[in-house]
């Protein structure tokens, strides 16, 4: 997985737990799984985090970029 499908998956399941919830006849039940989707929340967010760190060493950092082949 990459980062952008770890945080396409991350929101998914907060959504899905969240759901969950609402949906939930017991209040224990339901604390659960709001915990659970807050946890898939931070998780969203710290990949978030990591994909646009990522993209802006990428943008700032000329070794990071691979180089292109020199014809010859």
Do not use: W
Request: proline share 4%; glycine share 6%.
């Amino acid at each position: 997985m990459t980062e952008r499908d770890d945080t396409d998956y991350y929101r998914s399941r907060e959504r899905q737990e969240r759901a969950l919830a609402e949906a939930a006849a017991d209040a224990g039940a339901a604390a659960i799984h709001l915990e659970l989707a807050s946890r898939y929340a931070k998780l969203t967010a710290g990949a978030a985090d990591l994909v646009s760190r990522e993209h802006e060493h990428r943008r700032t950092d000329p070794a990071a970029v691979e180089p292109r082949p020199h014809g010859g």
